[in-house]
Nanobody, 116 residues
Framework: QVQLVESGGGLVQPGGSLRLSCAASGFSFSTNTMSWYRQAPGKEREMVAVITTIAGSTIYADSVKGRFTISRDNVRNTVYLQMNSLKPEDTAVYYC?????????WGQGTQVTVSS
């Protein structure tokens, strides 16, 4: 079955960096667009970054442009989110997401807390 397993979250000071990973299995990873979303307390889940398949085109939310980088390794079936210059407002649970035909799949999420 489809599995998305995130890792790499944690507590970091403002201005710091983290790299999130999402290990995927149960589907053809290299032929599917992958995304990162996040949900802060009391807020709706929002798209953070998207990466397409072979070409690897990317899309970012305005709030993270220039600070976050999404990438993928189609050999390891893993998508990454490199987060630099972190701000307190980046605090959220970060989720990996893939849509296969008409069904969306989410990982369990990984907590990122940016605080001094």
């Amino acid at each position: 079955q489809v599995q998305l397993v995130e890792s790499g979250g944690g507590l970091v000071q403002p201005g710091g960096s983290l790299r999130l990973s999402c290990a995927a299995s149960g589907f053809s990873f290299s032929t599917n667009t992958m995304s990162w979303y996040r949900q802060a307390p009391g807020k709706e889940r929002e798209m953070v970054a998207v990466i397409t398949t072979i070409a690897g085109s990317t899309i970012y939310a305005d709030s993270v442009k220039g600070r976050f980088t999404i990438s993928r390794d189609n050999v390891r079936n893993t998508v990454y989110l490199q987060m630099n210059s972190l701000k307190p407002e980046d605090t959220a649970v970060y989720y990996c997401y893939v849509r296969l035909w008409s069904t969306g799949y989410w990982g369990q999420g990984t907590q990122v807390t940016v605080s001094s």
